[in-house]
């Protein structure tokens, strides 16, 4: 059973940081590229970063270039998210899952909540 749980959301204000992480099951997590992905209320879900198999190669959405960082742990099938300089307009939920086209894509979870606000 393919199974994604996202957890470290939070409400902080516009500059702090929060870390995600998303842990994985019922997929070879070592083999499979993994993204992060946001929804904000009103607007379609988008990929914000991705990081392949080994996690030797990243990509960010250029809303968060620079301040994102994507990284994960094959041994614990754990995958992380790094989110520094927050902005209001990061305030989203966030969910994890394999990039499109790889096994398990669309199995979602029920993402964590990032709210950035004053």
């Known amino acids: 059973q393919v199974q994604f749980v996202e957890s470290g959301g939070g409400a902080v204000q516009p500059g702090g940081s929060l870390r995600l992480s998303c842990a994985a099951s019922?997929?070879?997590?070592?083999?499979?590229?993994m993204g992060w992905y946001r929804q904000a209320p009103g607007n379609q879900r988008e990929r914000v970063a991705s990081?392949?198999?080994?996690?030797?190669?990243?990509n960010y959405a250029d809303s968060v270039k620079g301040r994102f960082t994507v990284s994960r742990d094959n041994a614990k099938n754990t995958m992380y998210l790094q989110m520094n300089s927050l902005k209001p307009e990061d305030t989203a939920v966030y969910y994890c899952?394999?990039?499109?086209?790889?096994?398990?894509?669309?199995?979602w979870g029920q993402g964590t909540q990032v709210t950035v606000s004053s």
């Open positions: 899952n394999p990039i499109s086209g790889a096994i398990g894509f669309g199995s």
């Open positions: 019922g997929i070879i997590f070592s083999r499979t590229a």
């Open positions: 990081i392949g198999s080994s996690g030797g190669s990243t």
